[in-house]
């Protein structure tokens, strides 16, 4: 039986890495073939499939600033790599892994599904950044490529602002296997019991210092612990933050803690009052999806992405326009309500199982990849 070949090309770190081996680890290895094109600095954990062998993996230089030299060597590389191993279909993640795909799969006629993980366009704090990255976007979506949003708002984004056709335009949610165990942390734990935790390095996205105002205003009337994992990779407002902290005189009630293990942030979302995420935009945020898999309300910012994933008054709260007090008053009233609480957590475990258990969505994506193939060669 001929495998269906697949390449995959990104930049592997954070969200982005998570979900690609959350694919690789429940692709049928019977029925498909995959590699990996990624970053020379990326995450060094071996890539694995299903029966939990070596998948094999290439590195260029792939990195999230923009650099003509190197990104330029990273096309005529993947171009190579492309050529030597003729994959059937090239799926390209993240915003970089995007650039590249699309470009090495116009050269050379290959079919490319692209997973954004949140449009580059975002990420611009000025107006003519944005309208830079936008037309980029805009220029890229015109070739052979179809668009596999990873929420609904991304795939609104993408036919609203992008200009995809919808004809060119499928979803496919993040997804990851139900947590069943929590292993003990690995590391020391130096905050209190009781406290409220976020995933994301400190930078214009994560808008990290909006949550540090937050619980400024929930410690006036209530004292509470703010966990924040993940700040020592490209965290570019870390300092900022960290000035905040120590302005508003909470630097006894905030953990600042680097990259660490999958287990270990398991283990602290698991035991956290609430996740909270102030995020400005965001593809569809694995953070979020493992607090619901574990049984967590969220409080979050009403954003692509997170507004996806929380319902308000169901599974948590959403919070418009960088509402500090609302933020503040949604999260002191669900920690104060038992029976609200309870019946958010319930809600919460649901929405994971309906709609982010890979284990039931993956034939959709074994589907997708087997029907771009038979539309695009057949």
């Known amino acids: 039986m001929h495998k269906i070949k697949v390449a995959h090309i990104l930049h592997s770190v954070g969200g982005v890495d998570v979900s690609l081996r959350q694919i690789l680890q429940n692709l049928d290895p019977s029925h498909f073939e995959c590699f990996v094109i990624h970053g020379d600095t990326d995450i060094k954990e071996q890539f694995r499939d299903k029966n939990a062998t070596s998948i094999v993996d290439y590195t260029l230089p792939i990195y999230r600033s923009i650099s003509l030299k190197n990104d ?27 650039v590249i795909g699309r470009v090495v799969g116009f050269l050379t006629g290959i079919k490319v599904l692209h997973t954004p993980q949140a449009f580059s366009y975002l990420s611009a704090d000025s107006k003519v950044k944005r309208f830079v990255f936008l037309t980029v976007e805009k220029i890229l979506s015109k070739g052979n490529s179809v668009l596999l949003a990873s929420s609904e708002s991304e795939l609104n984004r993408a036919t609203k602002d992008v200009g995809f056709p919808v004809a060119k335009t499928l979803l496919f949610n993040n997804a990851i296997e139900p947590i069943k165990n929590i292993s003990e ?16 390095r400190p930078c214009y996205q994560k808008n990290i210092e909006e949550l540090i105002r937050v619980l400024y205003e929930i410690n006036k009337t209530q004292k509470m612990h703010l966990v924040l994992l993940g700040v020592g990779h490209h965290a570019d407002q870390l300092e900022e933050v960290q000035e905040l902290i120590a302005k508003l005189d909470l630097t006894e009630n905030v953990t600042l803690l680097n990259w660490t293990s999958r287990e ?18 965001e593809g569809l945020p694995y953070a979020i999806i493992e607090s619901l898999a574990l049984s967590i309300p969220g409080v979050v910012s009403d954003c692509d992405g997170n507004k996806d994933l929380i319902k308000d008054d169901f599974n948590g709260y ?18 104060n309500d038992e029976n609200a609480y ?16 890979i284990l039931e969505k993956i034939n959709d994506l074994e589907f997708i990849y087997r029907d771009q193939i038979k539309r695009y060669y057949f």
């Open 72 to 98: 330029y060597l990273a096309i005529v590389r993947a171009l190579r790599i492309i050529r030597k191993e003729k994959p059937d279909l090239i799926h390209s993640h993240s915003t970089k892994g995007g």
């Open 185 to 200: 942390l690995s590391i020391p734990k130096t905050w209190p019991d009781e406290y409220l935790c976020t995933v994301g």
């Open 264 to 281: 270990d942030v398991l283990n602290i979302i698991s035991k956290s009052k609430l996740y909270l995420s102030a995020a400005r935009y």
């Open 318 to 335: 959403t919070v418009k326009d960088n509402n500090t007090m609302n933020f503040c008053e949604k999260i002191i009233t669900l920690l």
């Open 342 to 357: 309870h019946e958010f957590s319930k809600n919460a475990k649901k929405t994971f199982e309906m709609n982010h258990n």
